[in-house]
């Protein structure tokens, strides 16, 4: 029996029962699923790599004998097996040795034995003065007798099964293949007509070259893609369709508001302002990204289109992440809208605060955090909902807001600035506006690149700017000191810093403060109470405190050029000159090149996109409360030509059949409707 991509794995007479539920409980139950089980990486075992002779590199892929196996103890009772495994070739390039570990797997001994030929993977490294590959991926050679799909080949590795050795799985995949129904392992559209499905199945699998691997994935990568940007597209006709109110004809509070700034918009902001205007006048809710680095004028822009909405005569709220933000950002409202007549409020879970008296009459701007969510009492009319650094919400936490008005104009806002191929995928509902110009009057920012700075120098160089009333921070990569990785952490930082700075207040903030504490820590760094504040990665999101001009990060190598980009946003928002000063050991030249980048521009969007060249889309997206954790080809995501070439596909589709009803209904069930269309985005 030919088996279909809907037959069960339990009528594969092939597998037995421990096997079908075993892959079962890692996701494949069907012929279907099991063949989308795709490989991670392949191993080209026509060559192996040479035995290396030093320590560090990417990994290597060995052949060898192992020549001796013991089970050893370390610090007590810890212990772990260790094998000594040798070049067949005899080591003519490399030391012909090198040394495996696994730690706390002690059934490992049974596994790998002295006189066993064995293929390993893994990143060699120093153990004094000995190379050793630790926990390495590893395969027993046997004689198969003829052609083998293990050796001699380009052979793929697979994501570990629990039960199934990497070997049984290969052999499992290859017997599916010759199983297959061709004709019914197409897909519900065929994205690429001259490279059949059934084709590139087979050649991800065990393709004959490296190439063809890539181009099989390439395929597949275009088949998730087209479905991602199906919803993308579908979502934003959805969202055309919607009748929502006209507002922003009317601009006398928009007009008194510009007459009042004694500065001058940026023309990134008028344009942004223009865009939004036009939005606002459809009959159509807006659906808009601002998208712009820290300090790029995002908050202006915001009171802008909230004074179109009151003009219009509804109420606009915004929600800001943490209490401190809602904070700042109603003193900020306060500050220049109070003198136009504008009602604002602040809503939060630990404070209620008004600008008004309530017997003048609702509150026209609601700022807050979480409590908007639940405050029914406060929403008369709500027309415009701006929420700030958007990622730190969920969707269920927008669409609840969303609901508290009827058809809302909607306007997300963030800070970190996203590569093009991100937005398409993730925003590409959205109409985005891009902040790309710094307000004028700020100071110049000095970014330095140093390793092996002394200690000395550094306290030095702090000392001066506290003495001249600034105020500094302090990063760390770690909260607490850690076992396996050599960093200085900075609970272990803060008592140094508080004896070098001594006469100065230091505080601490970090990720494990519960959130009153991290609230009132940077509320007495912004109000001056603490002049130089020890922190971690968690002040990348943070309030805006201009006397603060100076920052020191320690092991900057251990953070993502986007975080490095958002941290040093936290300075250079006053007048006054800002420093910030990227600390490394010097000793990895990958990391020296991508830090590099930050001395040469402050441009966020060549960052992101520097961020994702160089680290992955894996590490960026991990960053981000993207919806994209799913995705088994996210590292063609930094492919502009393969995503431009979904959308269009999608657009295509939609435009055939704008319903997904009569000639491509098939793809009907790509389409997730789960949540309201104005807020289906992560």
């Known amino acids: 029996m030919k088996a279909g991509p809907d037959t069960d794995l339990a009528a594969l007479d092939f597998l037995d029962p421990k096997e079908v539920l075993a892959l079962a409980a ?12 795709l490989p991670r990486r392949y191993e080209d075992r026509r060559r192996f790599d040479a035995f290396p002779a030093q320590p560090g590199g990417p990994a290597v892929c060995l052949r060898g004998t192992v020549i001796d196996a013991s089970k050893r103890h370390f610090g007590g009772k810890r212990g772990f097996y260790e094998i000594v495994v040798e070049d067949k070739s005899g080591g003519v390039f490399g030391s012909s040795k090198v040394s495996c570990r696994w730690f706390n797997m002690p059934f490992i001994h049974r596994m790998v034995l002295a006189g066993h030929e064995i293929i390993l993977h893994g990143k060699p ?13 590893f395969e027993i050679v046997r004689d198969d007798g003829g052609p083998s799909i293990h050796l001699e080949r380009i052979v793929p590795i697979y994501r570990n099964v629990s039960g199934i050795a990497q070997r049984r799985l290969r052999e499992i995949q290859h017997r599916l293949l010759l199983e297959i129904e061709p004709a019914s392992f197409g897909a519900p559209y065929d994205v690429d007509p001259s490279y059949p499905r059934h084709e590139a199945l087979k050649e991800v699998h065990f393709p004959e070259a490296v190439e063809q691997a890539e181009a099989a994935r390439r395929r597949f990568a275009l088949e998730e893609f087209f479905a991602l940007q199906l919803n993308v597209v579908w979502r934003r006709a959805r969202n055309q369709e919607h009748h929502g109110r006209v507002l922003g004809r009317k601009t006398t509070l928009l007009k008194r508001f510009y007459e009042s700034l004694p500065f001058d918009l940026t023309g990134a902001q008028k344009r942004s302002i223009k865009e939004i205007v036009e939005d606002l006048r459809a009959p159509r809710p807006m659906n808009r990204l601002l998208q712009g680095d820290v300090g790029s004028g995002k908050t202006f822009v915001a009171m802008a289109s909230m004074l179109l909405a009151i003009d219009s005569g509804c109420q606009a709220a915004l929600m800001a992440p943490t209490q401190i933000l809602a904070e700042q950002h109603y003193l900020t409202f306060k500050k220049w809208l109070e003198p136009l007549g504008v009602r604002v409020m602040l809503r939060t879970a630990a404070k209620e605060e008004r600008s008004h008296l309530p017997l003048e009459g609702e509150p026209q701007v609601l700022i807050g955090t979480h409590a908007l969510l639940y405050d029914k009492v406060a929403f008369t009319d709500l027309g415009l909902i701006v929420i700030d650094e958007q990622h730190k919400f969920g969707v269920a936490q927008r669409g609840r807001l969303i609901e508290q008005g009827t058809m809302p104009d909607v306007l997300v806002m963030t800070a970190t600035p996203i590569p093009r191929t991100l937005t398409m995928t993730i925003y590409g509902d959205l109409d985005v506006s891009i902040l790309d110009e710094r307000p004028a009057g700020r100071g110049k920012m000095i970014t330095a690149l140093r390793s092996a700075a002394k200690q000395a120098d550094i306290t030095k160089f702090v000392k001066e700017q506290l003495k001249a009333g600034r105020q500094a921070y302090l990063v760390y990569p770690l909260v607490e000191e850690s076992d396996t990785l050599k960093a200085e952490s900075a609970t272990e930082a803060f008592e140094k810093w508080r004896k070098r ?28 109470e603490i002049h130089a504040l020890v922190a971690t990665s968690v002040i990348e999101v943070g309030v805006d405190v201009p006397n603060a001009n100076l920052m020191i990060i320690h092991h900057a190598e251990r953070f993502g050029l986007a975080q490095l980009h958002q941290l040093r946003g936290r300075i250079g928002r006053g007048e006054h000159k800002s420093y910030c000063v990227l600390l490394t050991d010097g000793k990895s030249a990958e990391a020296m090149e991508k830090l590099a980048v930050m001395e040469k521009t402050a441009d966020g969007f060549l960052i992101a996109e520097e961020d994702l060249r160089l680290r992955g889309p894996g590490d960026v997206l991990g960053t981000m409360q993207s919806g994209l954790g799913d995705l088994k080809f996210a590292d063609f995501l930094a492919d502009t030509v393969l995503l431009r070439e979904a959308r269009a596909l999608a657009d295509r589709v939609i435009a055939e059949d704008p319903g997904l009803s ?4 098939t793809l009907r069930g790509l389409v997730h409707e789960d949540v309201p269309a104005a807020i289906q985005r992560g």
Request: aromatic share 4%.
């Open 26 to 37: 890692a996701g494949p139950r069907s012929a279907g699923d099991l063949l989308m089980w």
């Open 125 to 137: 490294k120093d153990s004094n003065g000995r190379l050793v590959i630790d926990h390495p991926e």
């Open 501 to 528: 700075l001594s006469g100065h207040a230091v505080g601490m903030v970090h990720g494990k403060l519960d959130a009153l504490e991290k609230e009132s820590v940077m509320r007495r760094f912004r109000d001056g």
């Open 662 to 665: 009569s000639i491509h209904a």
